[in-house]
T-cell receptor, first 115, second 112 residues
Framework: DTAVSQTPKYLVTQMGNDKSIKCEQNLGHDTMYWYKQDSKKFLKIMFS???????INETVPNRFSPKSPDKAHLNLHINSLELGDSAVYFC??????????????FGSGTRLTVV | GNSVTQMEGPVTLSEEAFLTINCTYTATGYPSLFWYVQYPGEGLQLLLK?????DKGSNKGFEATYRKETTSFHLEKGSVQVSDSAVYFC???????????FGTGTQLKVEL
């Protein structure tokens, strides 16, 4: 059973389109995240939800909108895609308390290519 | 905000060589510290962790010791294998909102 699953794994789309990436976790975790990994492997947090409530919203263009229908799901919708949005997007989940040693469980990533 | 600094890669080693990847953090107090590994085409996997000063995390022959006095969490392995080729990320978890702060990653390539 996959703990954190993302779909699709690959997404190729044209500039200006709108697309969504879905994420689901079956670990019973309370917190879910979206990270963006650029071509140099740098990881940047975008959003974090705790039990459906937005708790981290880093400086991200408002073309990106997360939605959490329940604590097991966190989706990412992107409007008006731009070339610079090309990256790998990772979903992750965790128990509350990274300071107490709870790390993240990551999905396998969605490689978004905007042409 | 908090930051994590890792040595820049890529690091290229011969099989059975000794590995050290340096990591330092800036968070105050006693954050939890982590090493993650990312194999090609995959997501990040937790490799090891430590939650308090002088703790040693270990897994699959890798070790790292939480050094509060030097704010460091260096990753070591005595004898690397070709299968260890991957990108390694150091991270600290002590920030608000359950946030993990990652280093920039260090690519390791092990050759025969």
């Amino acid at each position: 059973d996959t703990a954190v699953s993302q779909t699709p794994k690959y997404l190729v789309t044209q500039m200006g389109n709108d697309k969504s990436i879905k994420c689901e976790q079956n670990l019973g975790h309370d917190t879910m995240y979206w990270y963006k990994q650029d071509s140099k492997k740098f990881l940047k947090i975008m959003f974090s939800y705790n039990n459906k409530e937005l708790i981290i919203n880093e400086t991200v263009p408002n073309r990106f909108s997360p939605k959490s229908p329940d604590k097991a799901h966190l989706n990412l919708h992107i409007n008006s895609l731009e070339l610079g949005d090309s990256a790998v997007y990772f979903c992750a989940s965790s128990q509350v308390g990274t300071g107490r040693g709870y790390g993240y469980t990551f999905g396998s990533g969605t490689r978004l290519t905007v042409v | 905000g908090n930051s994590v600094t890792q040595m820049e890669g890529p690091v290229t080693l011969s099989e059975e060589a000794f590995l050290t990847i340096n990591c330092t953090y800036t968070a105050t107090g006693y954050p939890s510290l982590f090493w993650y590994v990312q194999y090609p085409g995959e997501g990040l996997q937790l490799l090891l962790k430590a939650t308090k000063a002088d703790d040693k995390g270990s897994n699959k022959g890798f070790e790292a010791t939480y050094r509060k006095e030097t704010t460091s969490f260096h990753l070591e392995k005595g004898s690397v294998q070709v299968s260890d080729s991957a990108v390694y990320f150091c991270a600290e978890g002590g920030g608000g909102g359950n946030k993990l702060t990652f280093g920039t990653g260090t690519q390791l390539k092990v050759e025969l």
